[in-house]
C-alpha cells in the first residue's frame, strides 16, 4: 500500500518564496516542497540550493519544481507571486499589477482539480484574498490571508523592547488591513495575564511619552518599509508568520492567528476580508475569534475594514 505524503506548493520562487521554503523545511513541516515559477531555471536553482542543506537539517525531505497541473493534491498552496514593489508604493498601490498575476494563475490552478488550502501572502492582501475566495470556489475556510499576523508580531517585538519581556509572553494582535488603516486593539493587550493599562499605571517611567500608543501603531506601520526601502523585500518574517499558519494546518494545533478571513457578520461586517484573530487548524480558519473593544477601538476597526472594501468592490 502507497503512503501518502504531505505537500506544500509556494508559487513564486523569487526572495519570499524561496524563504518560506527555506523556513518549511528548517523546522520539517511536510514531505514534500513543490516549488513553481514561470523562471523555470530560478525555481530549480532554489530547489537544489535548498534540497543541499537536507544533510544537516532534522529530517529527509524533497524539494521539487512542478507546473500548476501538477497541484491537484497538494495539502496547502503558499501564494507568493506578486507585482514588483515601486517606491513610493501603498500595498493598495499594488493591487492592478497583482490581479494581473493572479488572474494567470489561479485558474490554471483549480483546472488542475486542487482542492487544498491557500495561504496568501501577495498584496494587498486583504483584497487578493478575497478575489482568490471568489474566483476559485473554495470554501472560506480554506482562503487564508497572512493578515496581520506579521504586523502583531512586529507589535509584540516593540511591546517587548518597551518592557522587556518576551514577546512570546505578551498578548497582542493588530487587527483590520495590513497596511496604513490597520489598528490596535489595546484593551485586550496582556502580558502574563495583565491588563496594559494596569501595565502602564504601575510603570509610568516606561511610558513618558504621552503619545505612546500612536507612535508604536506608526513604528508597527513604517517597519515593512523600512525594510524594503534598505534591502529590497521583506522575507524572513513573512516566511516565519506564513510556517506558522502552515503549521497550524498541518499539525491540527487549534491556534489562534490573526489571519485575513473574510467576515460573515463577526464584528459587524460581511463580505470582506480583514485580519482578526481566528483559531486555524486542519480545516483552514476553524472560528473567528470575536474579542471585546472600546467604542473607539471599534470605530478603528470600522474605519480599516471599509478602507479594504472600497478597494475589494472595485474589482
Known amino acids: 500500500m502507497a503512503i501518502s505524503r504531505n505537500a506544500v506548493a509556494i508559487v513564486g520562487a523569487g526572495s519570499v518564496g524561496s524563504a518560506v521554503g527555506y523556513a518549511i523545511i528548517n523546522q520539517g513541516i511536510c514531505d514534500d516542497v513543490f516549488l513553481v515559477d514561470k523562471n523555470q531555471d530560478k525555481a530549480k536553482a532554489e530547489a537544489i540550493d535548498l534540497e543541499n542543506c537536507i544533510e544537516f537539517l532534522n529530517r529527509n525531505m524533497r ?15 503558499v501564494m507568493t507571486a506578486a507585482a514588483p514593489y515601486k517606491e513610493g508604493q501603498t500595498r493598495l498601490d499594488m493591487i492592478d499589477g497583482s490581479l494581473s498575476i493572479i ?35 473554495l470554501p472560506k475556510n480554506k482562503i487564508i490571508g497572512t493578515g496581520t499576523a506579521l504586523d502583531s508580531a512586529r507589535l509584540k517585538n516593540i511591546i517587548s523592547e518597551t518592557v522587556d519581556v518576551d514577546p512570546r509572553s505578551i498578548h497582542a494582535f493588530t487587527m483590520g488591513e495590513h497596511g496604513d488603516s490597520q489598528m490596535i486593539p489595546w484593551s485586550s493587550v496582556r502580558i502574563g495575564g495583565k491588563l496594559w493599562k494596569d501595565i502602564m499605571h504601575d510603570n509610568p517611567e516606561l511610558f513618558t511619552d504621552k503619545d505612546f500608543h500612536s507612535k508604536v501603531l506608526a513604528d508597527v506601520i513604517d ?36 489571519v485575513s478571513t473574510l467576515l460573515c457578520g463577526e464584528y459587524g461586517h460581511r463580505n470582506v476580508f480583514a485580519g482578526v484573530p481566528a483559531i486555524i487548524n486542519k480545516t483552514g480558519v476553524k472560528e473567528i475569534v470575536e474579542i471585546k473593544m472600546t467604542n473607539n477601538e471599534k470605530a478603528e476597526f470600522d474605519k480599516s475594514v471599509q478602507v479594504i472594501m472600497e478597494y475589494s468592490k472595485n474589482m
Not at 63 to 77: A, G, S, Y
Not at 106 to 126: A, R
Not at 131 to 137: E, K, R
Open 63 to 77: 524539494v521539487t519544481v512542478k507546473e500548476f497541473k501538477d497541484l491537484r493534491d497538494v495539502d496547502i498552496i
Open 103 to 137: 488572474n494567470s494563475i489561479v485558474p490554471k490552478i483549480m483546472e488542475s482539480g486542487f482542492c487544498g488550502q491557500f495561504i496568501i501572502i501577495t498584496n494587498p492582501v486583504d483584497v487578493i484574498s478575497y478575489y482568490i475566495y471568489n474566483i476559485s470556489g
Open 223 to 258: 517597519m515593512g518599509w523600512k525594510i524594503m526601502r534598505s534591502k529590497g523585500s521583506t522575507n524572513y518574517g513573512i516566511a516565519s508568520t506564513t510556517v506558522g499558519i502552515i503549521k497550524a494546518i498541518m499539525h491540527d494545533e487549534n491556534k489562534i492567528i490573526p
